[in-house]
């Protein structure tokens, strides 16, 4: 049977595919329309995720809304997904084997959704999705295409609170996802 987005989350909501299913207190599934054309990845939820079940709700993700707006998105023109789906302990990176068990979801949400644009949120996200050797300090905002996406990385919101030199770069890259959305996704111009 072809999935669709209830059967999908309902089989997500039950995964027991790695360790981080018996210390999460929700499986973040993923957030936003549907229909989006526009697909954000990060790595995986925080403990603020975790708590709610959705993504980006922590600092880090009203920063995301905001770097959103300022390009004339928001939640409900993309749709927002991890790598995993539920919270590694201490907001450590995801592991292989952790990333390896959750990426079959990430996959099936993406066949869905069939989107034109992916927005990978910092570097595991793009070594998952762009390329395994993917250097986020060195290729960010640069564009790459697979089988007809255009796909780009950003630093992690996470980072750019962290460490606010890195802010102008990322407006730059802001600009030019912009530029591509208008390019490609004419529905958001």
């Given at each position: 049977m072809a999935d669709t987005w209830e059967h999908l989350k309902q089989d997500c909501m039950q995964c027991r595919g790695c360790a981080l299913a018996d210390t999460r207190t929700?499986?973040?599934?993923?957030?936003?329309?549907?229909?989006?054309?526009?697909?954000?990845?990060?790595?995986?939820?925080?403990?603020?995720?975790?708590?709610?079940?959705?993504?980006?709700?922590?600092?880090?993700?009203?920063?995301?809304?905001?770097?959103?707006?300022?390009?004339?998105?928001?939640?409900?023109?993309?749709?927002?997904?991890?790598?995993?789906?539920?919270?590694?302990?201490?907001?450590?990176?995801?592991?292989?084997?952790?990333?390896?068990a959750c990426i079959g979801w990430l996959r099936r949400q993406t066949a869905l959704l069939r989107p034109k644009i992916i927005i990978c949120l910092g570097r595991i996200a793009a070594k998952v999705i762009?390329?395994?050797?993917?250097?986020?300090?060195?290729?960010?905002?640069?564009?790459?295409?697979?089988?007809?996406?255009?796909?780009?990385?950003?630093?992690?919101?996470?980072?750019?609170?962290r460490d606010v030199s890195k802010r102008p770069e990322t407006f730059e890259d802001l600009k030019s996802i912009q530029t591509k959305i208008r390019e490609i996704c004419p529905v958001h111009s």
């Open positions: 929700h499986v973040v599934f993923g957030d936003g329309a549907t229909d989006a054309e526009i697909l954000l990845v990060g790595e995986g939820p925080g403990q603020r995720e975790d708590e709610q079940g959705i993504p980006f709700v922590g600092k880090a993700g009203l920063f995301l809304d905001d770097m959103l707006e300022m390009i004339g998105l928001d939640r409900s023109k993309v749709y927002i997904a991890n790598i995993v789906k539920c919270r590694p302990p201490q907001n450590r990176d995801p592991l292989n084997v952790e990333q390896d762009i390329k395994e050797d993917f250097k986020i300090t060195a290729e960010h905002g640069r564009w790459f295409e697979r089988g007809g996406v255009q796909m780009t990385a950003i630093y992690h919101p996470s980072a750019l609170l």
